[in-house]
């Protein structure tokens, strides 16, 4: 099994044939970064991370957004000194030369997306129900509805990814609009729970140990949570052959991105302080991703607002969910392409020309997953499946930080800066360092996490060692040497997946 090979490609950055259209400048950048990281997270997450810390619900998205602004400005060296699509798995190649490592994370980001899409899934759902029975056309719904309704958006979003999406830019401005008044909402029922006089803004400094974990477990555990509202930055590096002049307007834009966002989530963080009660704030994990649902019922009791805004939330779900899908499926097919996974999932309908086996396979290792998960009546669904996502993306991250450090030692002390971004010095070693430490057991996620996150990665590398001997027969058949068996050496990296 070969460990080195040629560079893997991109498209050419500066002209060419195969060049893609440079059509976003940086306020459609913004908003696609902006809309990109808000999604589904902060209604995923929100509702356990108040029964974590009680009142200091805004410290943990502080600091999610400090370890993930660390890793931003790893992307940002990187991007401008190389600005070709395919994100992780680019850099890390050019970084290591082993195939297999660039599966590995290649791979990773596959099953984040798709760990993604099935919180997201079941946070729809969730929402879903609780604006039914808000309006009183239900009046309870349990569990196994919920996971059918969750299962069946899933398969809705497999038929509406083989009918083939474009993406589109103008769109995601629309829905970026939609998520952003959805948040305004419950900001504005806080700020008027305060006006009103019926809040202790002095709760947002205290911190609850409903959990008996103490101060410095409850908030890393709370923040390991919250790094799931924090990701979708690192995937506008994949637009960076659709952006006009990237070098200069990439760092600027994607860090502004970030700090809108962590203003949202902070903001929304005190809301929810500041209408629920301290024992409401411990129970509030028990409605996961209807925790926001909550807030609002209660602080806006005399406005029909809470029966508009479960719809508002499934919409804005709803999108985060198929742009997740739609990129995982097409990593899969770009991998299968390469010859690093089995060459049937790289078939494409055709008529439509989807790629019909990489969406059927990544539906169902979703409809597993949601499933595996809500067979324990006792998980929490949504932050297993959310947590999940962090781990996955931590690790890449760590691998993305150390690739930053290679390719500056490479370069030299004397290179040319030019106008390509350069992250501080020690930046990319304490982003790491911080990475690798929200990875660990002692942020003290459940068990399933790691069972889930390690099982996605077994399949994958069995599908690797299963195409790695289809090859390596292959070669024989053709009187190759056995040794030049090089999975994926001169083709192309998978194509440029949608934003998450």
């Known amino acids: ?158 038929l509406i990814n083989l009918r083939g999406v474009g993406e589109s830019i103008k769109f995601n401005v629309v829905l970026t609009l939609v998520e952003v008044t959805a948040l305004c909402i419950v900001i504005g029922v806080g700020f008027f729970a305060m006006a009103e006089g019926g809040s202790d803004l002095s709760q947002i400094f205290v911190f609850q140990d409903n959990n008996e974990k103490g101060l410095f477990l409850a908030v890393t555990a709370a923040t390991s949570i919250a790094f799931f509202a924090m990701v979708g930055f690192e995937d506008s590096v994949n637009m960076v052959e659709e952006t006009k002049d990237p070098v200069r307007i990439f760092p600027r834009t994607m860090l502004t991105g970030l700090g809108i966002a962590v203003i949202f989530y902070m903001l929304v963080a005190v809301s929810a302080v500041a209408v629920l009660s301290p024992t409401e704030l411990a129970r509030i994990g028990e409605a996961e991703g209807r925790a926001l649902l909550e807030v609002v019922a209660k602080g806006s009791p005399d406005f029909p607002v809470d029966r508009v805004f479960p719809f508002l939330a499934v919409f804005a779900v709803a999108n985060t969910a198929l742009i997740n899908m739609l990129m995982a499926s097409r990593l899969v097919y770009g991998m299968a392409k390469q010859n690093v996974l089995p060459r049937t999932l790289g078939k494409v309908l055709p008529h439509r020309r989807t790629p019909w086996v990489a969406i059927i396979f990544t539906t169902l290792l979703a409809l597993f997953l949601i499933w595996y998960v809500t067979s324990d009546p006792e998980s929490n669904i949504v932050t297993n499946l959310s947590s999940t996502t962090a781990l996955l993306l931590l690790c890449v991250f760590a691998v993305v930080n150390v690739a930053c450090i290679v390719l500056r030692r490479r370069r030299g002390p004397d290179a040319e800066p030019g106008r390509a971004f350069h992250s501080p010095k020690a930046l990319p070693y304490l982003a790491a360092v911080l990475a690798l430490f929200l990875v660990g057991p002692w942020v003290d996620r459940d068990p399933m996490v790691y069972q889930i996150a390690g099982g996605l990665m077994v399949l994958g590398i069995l599908l690797w060692v299963v195409t790695y001997f289809i090859n390596k027969a292959a070669h024989r058949q053709r009187g190759a040497p056995v040794g030049d068996v090089r999975i994926g050496e001169d083709d192309d990296l998978p194509p440029r997946p949608p934003g998450r």
């Open 1 to 158: 099994m070969s460990t080195t090979g040629t560079d893997f490609h991109s498209a050419p950055a500066d002209g060419g044939e195969g060049e893609l259209k440079r059509v976003l400048g940086p306020k459609l950048l913004l908003l696609f970064i902006v809309g990109d990281v808000l999604g589904a997270g902060i209604y995923a997450v929100t509702g356990e991370m108040a029964g974590l810390v009680g009142g200091i619900l805004w410290l943990p998205f502080l600091l999610a957004f400090t370890v993930a602004t660390m890793t931003a400005f790893s992307y940002l060296e990187l991007v401008t000194h190389y600005p070709q699509a395919a994100g992780a798995a680019l850099y890390t190649h050019k970084a290591f030369g082993i195939h297999f490592i660039t599966f590995l994370v290649a791979f990773a980001v596959v099953c984040s997306g798709i760990t993604s899409a099935s919180t997201s899934a079941n946070v729809l759902a969730q929402n879903f129900f609780g604006g039914l029975e808000v309006n009183g056309w239900v009046e309870s719904v349990d569990q196994g509805a919920v996971t059918a309704v969750a299962l069946g958006f899933m398969v809705l979003l497999a």
